[in-house]
Structures are given as structure tokens and as C-alpha cells.
């Protein structure tokens, strides 16, 4: 890792390095949390969880060839380096803004209450049709998981397309501060993190911190759909660059012409300044024509030709939990349970009723809405109905909620389960071949369980 020696690492996070002059001067491999991970030659951040303390598996560490370990304990009389500091999580994000500044590299920071993963997919499937991109993996968008994406950047790397996630106010700030980010994407603003945010004006207020880091040439990519982003027409004394799903006056990008695939995508024509073309989409939803717009917008920027944009948008590929279409031979499967909010589960009921014969809904609680969840929960329920969903499973104690709106709407085929082991007992007394089953909740409802047992049965 360039520039990342011990000595300027421990200079970095502000610890008190403890070793020889000679140890002062290695540079490490890599930098990691999990003693499962660490390479030959790598550092490992001693954290405490709560689940373990990684001071625990410190010897563990060094046996399989870490080169020093950073902790927060004093370690007496050793016979490897290491770095002391008071705060593991605080030295982790310092160096992690260290070897940012090193790196010679465009940084595109993507956020929204919605699409944050599957932008970041299609940004990054546009950008390699000409560069080496590296991007943020899994969930890693916090402040842990941010700084470990950093540390995943190497020389051979050209563009880096990182997701950053918050709940609160701040966390942008300072996710910010450690990315950098020379093109600023945000999604839309939309009904998340309310116990904390509590209005959509308090999420535009916190998703908008990211221009706190932005390059001072830097650019903003905004969807001029969002009536709260329209308010933001400038950053840094630059025009915003807004994309559309529809023509309007304020943007450069915009479709036409989008024709639904039903689960296999949309076709669209693409219109830019320096001309049009026409893409078929390949993931699920015509939400997916807004990522495909940002992903435009930001492969301009970074001077791709419209070709390259084409192909990147028609070779991204659905991740495990995000708008993924599963067939089993005996279902088919929306597999959309990595999160949920009330934005991306009316989007994902839209799309359920793409599908062709009887369609199965199996929702459950969202998370970190506050005091109107329950409100919020009901209209859910009252939504699905609504639609025409043949068949409704609310899962979860908020979930209860979804019950009860779509049974005041009138649904009739309707159950509630407490989790998703209560439903996958039932399943078979609820269930019919031929069926398309979306199954959507909050990560903390584990819902990729029943996706897995589906998957399993219809083989």
C-alpha cells in the first residue's frame, strides 16, 4: 500500500508507534479488522464489538504473518510492532483519509434513501467498459465498512465508485471527509432514518453533507425527479447535472420511450448532449431507468463515448437481495430482502405486478422509521391490497401493521407470521406452483432465509 508505513500510519491516526526505526519504515500489504483476512504482511486494527474483542485474537494475527497490529491496549514487551491509540474506530477512519489523499484516483460517492447499491452497480459497470474500477463490496458503506473499501483500492485502480449510508446527522460529514469524492451522486430523497431525521428536509439536510468533501472542482449528479433535490441547483458555485425519466428543462440526461420487459428489465432510448441511444436494461423495475440515467450522466463526466455507456448499462448484473429475479423450476422469486423503507417497497410491490399469474407478497417490517411507523406500516399494507396482490404474507412485529392496512383495504388472502421461521413452517399450505413471490423487509428481518429455502425447494 503506498505511503502506508508504520510510521506514517501511526503519525496518520495521531497513536504512538512501538517498535524499532528499522519496523518504522515497513510498509504494509494490507489493513484489516477480521483476523480471518489478514495477509501476509498486513495490519490488523484491534477493534472491540459486540459480539468479540479483536485484542483476543492479536497472537492469532501475528502467527499467520501480520506485520504489526494496532490496538488500544499496551501490549508490554513484544517481539513485533505495533501502534497504540485510544480509539481503534477513530484510527481506522484516520487512516483511511491518509491513504485516500495518496491515491491517484477519481472517487464517485453515491447516497439516496433508495438505489444506493444498485447505482453503484451500474456506475460501475459503465465506468470499466474503459477504466479499472474498484467498489464498494456487500454493505460496506459505513464507518467501518468505508474506510475497508478504501484500504481495497490499489495502483492499478483508476476510478473508485464507493456507496456511503447513514442514519444520522454527521455521519455524511465524516464519511465524506475520508472519501473525497470528485463526483457526488445522490438518488433521491425519501422516507428512511426518520427516528433520527424525522422529515424528508431533515434526510435532504443530512444526505447533502457529502459536499462537505467534495474536490473543490468536484460534481454533483442529482435526479431532477426529486422535489427536494430540485432545490439544490448549485454546490461549490457549479451547476448541478440532473438526470430525468422524462424530459424537462433542467436535464442533461433523460429517457424516452421506456417499454417494460415485465421481470427482465426495460428498454429505453437514453438522450444525452452528446446524443441518444437505445439500451435495454437488464435489471428488474423501471426504477432501474433512473440508475441507468445516473450512470450516464457520470460516465460523460469522466469522458466515456456513448457506446461504452450502452454496454456498461447492458452488462450490469442484479446482487444477491437487490431487485434479484430467481427462477426455481417451481417459482419464481423476487429476491429484493436486503432492506426496505416505504420508497423501495411500494417500488418493489410495482414490479411484483409485472409478473404473469398469481402474485405472492411477503413483506415485513421497515426499520428506523419512528414515531409514524406504524402509520407508515399501514399504508404499506393498504398499498398492496390496493395493487391487486393475490396474496399477502406480513412477516415481523411492525409487519403486524401491514396486516391490518390490508385487511381494512379488503385483501382477502392474507396471513401474519412473528418471523420468517413461522412462515416457512406454513409456506407449503400457502404456496401454489407458478407462483412469483416477492420477499422484501428490513436486513434485521433475515428474510434471505426463506429466498434460500425457495430457492432449495424448486430445485
Known amino acids: 500500500m503506498k505511503n502506508m508505513t508504520l510510521g506514517n500510519i501511526a503519525k496518520a491516526c495521531g ?168 463526483i457526488c451522486v445522490i438518488t433521491n430523497i425519501g422516507q428512511c432514518h426518520l427516528e433520527n431525521l424525522k422529515t424528508r428536509d431533515g434526510v435532504l439536510k443530512a444526505k447533502t453533507e457529502i459536499f462537505t468533501g467534495m474536490s473543490e472542482d468536484g460534481e454533483a449528479v442529482l435526479c431532477g425527479d426529486d422535489d427536494k433535490l430540485l432545490t439544490v441547483q448549485s454546490v461549490n458555485g457549479r451547476p448541478a447535472h440532473y438526470f430525468t425519466r422524462l424530459q424537462k428543462e433542467n436535464a442533461e440526461v433523460y429517457a424516452s420511450g421506456i417499454v417494460s420487459r415485465g421481470l427482465f428489465g426495460s428498454d429505453c432510448t437514453i438522450h444525452t448532449r452528446q446524443g441518444s441511444f437505445d439500451v435495454h436494461i437488464p435489471l428488474l423495475g423501471e426504477h432501474m431507468v433512473s440508475n441507468a440515467l445516473a450512470a450516464a450522466t457520470v460516465g460523460l463526466l469522466l469522458g466515456l463515448s456513448l457506446p461504452q455507456i450502452r454496454e456498461g448499462i447492458e452488462k450490469v448484473k442484479a446482487l444477491p437481495g437487490r431487485s434479484r429475479v430467481v427462477e426455481t423450476g417451481q417459482y419464481v422469486v423476487i429476491d429484493d430482502c436486503y432492506n426496505a423503507n416505504p420508497v423501495s417497497m411500494r417500488a418493489a410491490l410495482d414490479v411484483l405486478m409485472l409478473a404473469e399469474g398469481r402474485r405472492v407478497a411477503v413483506i415485513g417490517s421497515m426499520f428506523e422509521l419512528g414515531q409514524e411507523q406504524e402509520r407508515l406500516h399501514d399504508e404499506i399494507g393498504a398499498y398492496a391490497a390496493a395493487k391487486g396482490i393475490d396474496v399477502i404474507v406480513a412477516l415481523g412485529e411492525l409487519g403486524r401493521h401491514i396486516y391490518e392496512g390490508a385487511k381494512a383495504a379488503g385483501q382477502k388472502q392474507l396471513f401474519y407470521y412473528e418471523n420468517a421461521e413461522e412462515f416457512l413452517k406454513h409456506k407449503g399450505e400457502i404456496l401454489q406452483a407458478g407462483d412469483t413471490i416477492l420477499v422484501k423487509a428490513s436486513h434485521g428481518m433475515h428474510l434471505e432465509r426463506i429466498v434460500e429455502e425457495l430457492e432449495e425447494a424448486g430445485k
Open 15 to 182: 497513536g504512538t508507534f512501538i517498535g524499532t526505526q528499522q519496523e518504522e519504515g515497513i510498509e504494509v500489504s494490507g489493513i484489516s479488522i477480521d483476523s480471518r483476512t489478514i495477509q501476509t504482511g498486513g495490519l490488523f486494527v484491534a477493534t472491540r464489538g459486540a459480539r468479540t474483542d479483536g485484542h483476543l485474537y492479536i497472537d492469532d494475527v501475528i502467527g499467520k504473518g501480520a506485520a504489526a497490529v494496532v490496538s488500544e491496549q499496551d501490549l508490554g514487551s513484544v517481539s513485533y510492532p505495533y501502534i497504540r491509540v485510544e480509539d481503534s474506530f477513530d484510527a481506522l477512519k484516520k487512516m483511511a483519509a491518509f491513504y485516500r489523499i495518496g491515491l491517484d484516483i477519481k472517487v464517485v460517492g453515491i447516497t439516496g434513501s433508495v438505489g444506493k447499491t444498485s447505482t453503484k452497480e451500474m456506475i460501475a459497470s459503465v465506468l470499466s467498459t474503459k477504466y479499472q474500477v474498484q467498489k464498494t463490496d456487500k454493505n460496506f458503506n459505513n464507518e467501518v465498512g468505508l474506510p475497508l473499501t478504501i484500504f481495497t483500492i490499489g495502483e492499478e485502480h483508476e476510478v473508485a465508485v464507493l456507496e456511503m449510508g447513514i442514519s444520522d446527522f454527521g455521519e455524511m460529514t465524516r464519511l465524506a471527509q475520508i472519501a473525497k469524492p470528485d
